[in-house]
């Protein structure tokens, strides 16, 4: 059965800092992967997928996620963070098919 | 374009009540699909229409749980005698041919009392 794992619950870093989520999935073929990004009290946006091809993904808002198969991760990262990116992210598993499987969540703080 | 809509944005019921909750797809998706995020349960599947095939139920927790999509566009999630446990965020999704990317609309926030 697929199984979205995003080990931590909660990360904090500093403004400008850079940012790496973890996302480690269980899945017997190639998945579909996401990010998504949910702020207080607003829906699901979604910042970048992968789905075949280069390994390296490029999303909105500056983000990117790398997918190793090796490792079963679809980490995403960030090089520079601003206050604007506090929110929940949420990684996820589509299979050829539909529903998406989703991880915990990782709640983001952002210091000044 | 307009993105994906769901009314009410809140709804307070009483314990034993039916409620029903609406979702307006993107215009043209094919697909559409319901979740629901809980605290201490994440997001989870519930149901998924793909034009005129039978959905997929299997996410359903309960046979109080039940949704059509009417004329392949809107479609209502009903919760027969709610039960508290049933508060959460029901999130509705919608795309083009699946595995596409699936755009969420902004939920239902449900609290039984």
């Known amino acids: 059965a697929q199984s979205v794992t995003q080990p931590d619950i909660h990360i904090t870093v500093s403004e400008g800092a850079s940012l790496e989520l973890r996302c480690n999935y269980s899945?017997?073929?190639?998945?579909?992967l996401f990010w998504y990004v949910q702020s207080p009290g607003q829906g699901l946006q979604l910042l970048l997928k992968y789905f075949s091809g280069d390994t390296l993904v490029q999303g909105i808002k500056g983000f990117e996620a790398e997918f190793k198969r090796s490792q079963s991760s679809f980490n995403l990262r960030k090089p520079s963070v601003h206050w604007s990116d506090a929110a929940e992210y949420f990684c996820?598993?589509?299979?050829?098919?539909?529903?998406?499987?989703f991880g915990k969540g990782t709640s983001l703080l952002v210091t000044p | 374009g307009a993105g994906v809509s769901q009314s009410p944005s809140n709804k307070v019921t009483e314990k034993g009540k039916d409620v029903e909750l609406r979702c307006d797809p993107i215009s043209g998706h094919t697909a559409l699909y319901w979740y629901r995020q809980s605290l201490g349960q994440g997001l989870e599947f519930l149901i998924y229409f793909q034009g005129n095939s039978a959905p997929d139920k299997s996410g359903l927790p309960s046979d109080r749980f039940s949704a059509e999509r009417t004329g392949g566009s809107v479609s209502t999630l009903t919760i027969q005698r709610t039960q508290q446990e049933d508060s959460a965020v029901y999130l509705c999704?919608?795309?083009?041919?699946?595995?596409?990317?699936?755009?969420f609309g902004p939920g239902t926030r449900l609290l039984v009392l």
């Open positions: 996820a598993v589509g299979a050829l098919g539909y529903a998406l499987n």
């Open positions: 899945y017997g073929a190639t998945p579909y």
């Open positions: 999704a919608s795309s083009l041919e699946p595995p596409d990317t699936q755009y």
